[in-house]
DNA sequence: ACCATACGATCAGAATATCTGATCGCTCTT
DNA sequence: AAGAGCGATCAGATATTCTGATCGTATGGT
């Protein structure tokens, strides 16, 4: 008889394609995976991977039953979540993902907002970059992610929070030298200072720079924003800095921050969720608490201009 | 953790919505289906049934999580039936389902010829009424039926394998009373015995005779064909009989066949599956093999008219 | 050619999960 | 008030699953 647990460990290790890593995503050694894989082989009577020394291939067989598995593991899921929503919004686990470039600067007050309003909610957090937060959303490793809006998979819902706009971070020294004028010129004067590939800060400031700033590339990427903001407190360069962060990453001695006097660059920073999930009613309730942090946050902190 | 087997109890608990019945359509004693079903419940933390002594009630909750397990199991099912086309034609088990007036005069030789030829084959039989059939097909207890089409449901597909024709039965003394001429009125002068409600054939030739034999609803349904044809040997009445069923239920001596001479009444006999089943293959197959048979069959014992 | 390394298979024993059969307690019927 | 039917519970048996140690093989570097 096929068992779920089966089929759970297929899915990982056709992922993978590691015996060993797919044991250890699953939680358990590679032994058990192993059997697991090879009780279910023998139940179906079908070769599901190819064991060649040193690596292993997913037969053609195997592709299709581990696209199956993955629907069927998604429906348990969705079966469990729709229960989830009968003992009332917000309980149990949920599991979010959040992108570094939001995660230090908003998660300290979810997490005292949620445990004050949600105690029966158990927060799982995952911090990293977008690509991997969809994917690992869209296989159901996370119940929700917060990145920057818009997210292209169709099979994803958002729902927008906040804007979150751009404000130009200079070594304060050189600040009055800054004329709010011509600004997107400016701009293209400075070495500008961004995260390392796959930030999707970086890359909207690239986006927003491309006309401006041609020699931005050759701008080695960070890994961490308060690198860079030290970097723009030493008058190495400059940098795109959202609002949001501003306040924990700006140290208003030494770095002097610009905001564009109209229409300023932004990002929209949202929830998303699968389309499928069936607990949307978490999700908007888990989004209505985060605006309204941010509507209390933006209301104290004002953006400071030069 | 969800399970399989908690999926696969509660599916039949809501279905029958009694523990014990449950537990013996899955082999298994009512404590084990107990336990399962309060794990299960304690893992979603719903109420799923509502114990009230002596009989039981679906939660609302329930019903749809019901519903859910219903369609997993079904993709569960669907994956392994993939899996099996890969190891060949016509291998494993394959449940079959027959009405109970093909049942008895095809079935010997299906299995002499599916033990010749497909001897992987493990075929499981279950004989009962179309409706039945249906509903274990549709629910997927069974792989296929052979019964009388057309079949209604939009989830299932059928293919016609042969057309078995409708005699008439009659006392051998009266027979020679009977002129092909006007048969259908002469019907009407008969009591036509039947099986009991519930038998396509009962329903089918009520429809052809419904304008020729007004009084036929009198008669009282027999369980079985071998007890009709015992009846018009002694000259309580006449039926219609189907071809298929002459040879082994005529005794030729006490029973003459009329055939209608033109546009007779008939059936069509046909093999139906679950649309989405992943074993097409083996049903054609099957299908294929059934028709060959009755080819060969019809062949050897011609129709016998008076 | 030889060693080191990485990988998956295998095995024995331990830990869990699941099942059975006996029994209990409740509710409805008579 | 007694009986029948039903599901819950419990203890012990059984089967499944897991771990940790070990093995054999293929691969890549030297």
């Known amino acids: 008889m096929v068992t779920l647990r089966q089929l759970r460990y297929f899915e990982t290790l056709a992922r993978t394609k590691h015996f060993g890593m797919a044991a250890d995503q699953c939680a358990v050694t590679q032994p058990a995976l192993s059997m697991q894989i090879k009780e279910l082989e023998r139940e179906l009577g079908v070769e599901l991977v190819e064991r060649r020394g040193g690596t292993?291939?997913?037969?053609?067989?195997?592709?299709?039953?581990?696209?199956r598995a993955e629907a069927?593991?998604?429906q348990v899921r969705e079966l469990s979540d729709y229960a989830r929503q009968h003992q009332g919004v917000l309980t149990g686990s949920l599991r979010l993902g959040i992108i570094p470039s939001i995660a230090p600067y908003l998660l300290p007050e979810i997490l005292t907002e949620v445990t004050k309003r949600y105690p029966q909610l158990d927060l799982q957090i995952r911090e990293t970059q977008t690509s991997p937060l969809l994917e690992e959303l869209i296989r159901g490793e996370l119940?929700?992610?917060l990145v920057a809006l818009p997210v292209e998979p169709p099979q994803l819902e958002a729902m927008p929070l906040f804007e979150d706009r751009f404000l130009i971070a200079v070594q304060s020294q050189a600040a009055p030298d800054w004329s709010k004028s011509d600004l997107r010129t400016r701009i293209g004067q400075e070495r500008l200072l961004l995260l390392e590939e796959g930030h999707c800060l970086r890359d909207q400031a690239l986006q927003f720079c491309q006309i401006a700033n041609m020699q931005a590339r050759r701008a080695l990427g960070a890994a961490s924003l308060t690198t860079i903001m030290q970097m723009v407190a030493a008058g190495h360069g400059i940098t795109l800095l959202p609002e949001l962060c501003?306040?924990?990453?700006?140290d208003r001695k030494r770095v002097a921050l610009i905001a564009f006097p109209e229409e300023p660059p932004r990002r929209i920073v949202g929830l998303a969720w699968r389309r499928s999930s069936a607990?949307?009613?978490?999700?908007t309730a888990l989004g209505q608490l985060i605006k309204s942090l941010r509507r209390e946050a933006v209301g104290e902190g004002q953006p400071a201009n030069v």
């Not at 292993?56 to 696209?67: L, S």
């Open 72 to 74: 069927i593991l998604g």
């Open 246 to 250: 501003a306040r924990t990453e700006v």
């Open 279 to 283: 607990r949307q009613s978490d999700f």
């Open 143 to 145: 119940d929700a992610v």
């Open 56 to 67: 292993i291939a997913v037969t053609p067989a195997g592709q299709e039953i581990a696209a």
